[in-house]
């Protein structure tokens, strides 16, 4: 069964930068062929797009919230999808989780998204 298994949140002041990363574990997952998305969940609050890229790599989308200071890139060598986040604000406060898409663009609906990890915290302090 495959999972996909997000590392990097944690504890940062606001301005500050972390960087998220997400890689498949178990299963068959041939990574080169998914799109890659982050979302992200505030406590009470719906799950939300934060940024995508897509299976080729040709196309990234982002929230506007994000745009700017957040960049989502992928490393098919080492199974592996970043989300570098500058320039951190309180609001960015919310577990983030990353998500496949079997040969998908760069969409920004859930729906879209076959896999999902299982969520890393991040706290932004002010």
């Known amino acids: 069964q495959v999972q996909l298994v997000e590392s990097g949140g944690g504890l940062v002041q606001a301005g500050g930068s972390l960087r998220l990363s997400c890689a498949p574990s178990g299963g068959i997952f041939t990574f080169s062929r998914y799109a890659m998305g982050w979302f992200r969940q505030a406590p009470g609050k719906e799950r939300a797009f934060v940024a995508a890229?897509?299976?080729?790599?040709?196309?990234?989308s982002y929230a506007d919230s994000v745009k700017g200071r957040f960049t989502i890139s992928r490393d098919d060598a080492k199974n592996t999808v970043y989300l570098q986040m500058n320039s951190l604000k309180s609001e960015d406060t919310a577990v983030y989780y990353c998500a496949a898409d079997l040969l998908g663009g760069s969409s920004d609906s859930k729906y879209n998204y076959e896999y999902w990890g299982q969520g890393t915290q991040v706290t932004v302090s002010s």
């Open positions: 890229i897509m299976w080729n790599g040709l196309s990234t």
